[in-house]
């Protein structure tokens, strides 16, 4: 097959497409891929345009976007990833080269995708062990007993409020 969406549905990749700019945004926007391949000339809107407003849209600006062009020269790489472009193709395409730029982003989205959960875990976490220690903190400064921690050196590194009953501050 010699388009891209063609390719990438024999290798079974689910594949959406568009017709233009703004309909692709519409199906970022529905369908939240893993990944978007743009070409630049596309009607209505180019690819960068596209990914310019790609990165204004909440819901789907980390979605990465590979360019693709028929011609690339160093102003359209810099257009590109000022535009948000994370890598570029050019047609015609080399089916390897697809793949693997197709495989490394997914799995980099994956990834980031697996990082953003475990950073997820650890705030949750670290929120119920602080919830914790103030649950803990309350209970040490209302008993009337005297509770008290020593460092490694034998001095005092915390003593509750019950030792003010024996005159100390």
Do not use: W
């Not at 990165?55 to 020269?73: A, E, F, H, L, R």
């Not at 193709?89 to 730029?101: N, R």
């Not at 475990?118 to 062990?129: D, G, H, R, T």
């Not at 590194?157 to 005159?167: D, Q, W, Y």
């Amino acid at each position: 097959c010699n388009t891209l969406a063609g390719y990438l549905r024999e290798l079974n990749f689910d594949v959406d497409t568009a017709a233009d700019g703004m309909e692709g945004l519409k199906v970022a926007s529905d369908i939240q891929p893993d990944l978007i391949l743009v070409d630049v000339e596309m009607p209505i809107m180019d690819g960068f345009e596209f990914c310019k407003n790609l990165s204004k849209k909440p819901d789907i600006k980390n979605i990465p976007v590979i360019v693709v062009s028929g011609t690339i020269n160093e102003a359209q790489f810099r257009k590109g990833f000022r535009a948000g472009a994370v890598d570029f193709l050019v047609k015609p395409f080399e089916p390897k080269i697809l793949l693997s730029k197709v495989n490394i982003f997914l799995e980099l989205d994956r990834q980031k995708r697996a990082l953003a959960r475990s950073n997820e875990q650890i705030e949750q976490q670290l929120y119920a062990l602080k919830a914790s220690e103030n649950r803990f903190e309350s209970l040490v400064e209302t008993v009337p007993d005297i509770v008290y921690r020593l460092n490694a050196d034998g001095c005092f590194s915390f003593v509750n409020h019950a030792v003010k009953r024996l005159g100390y501050e």
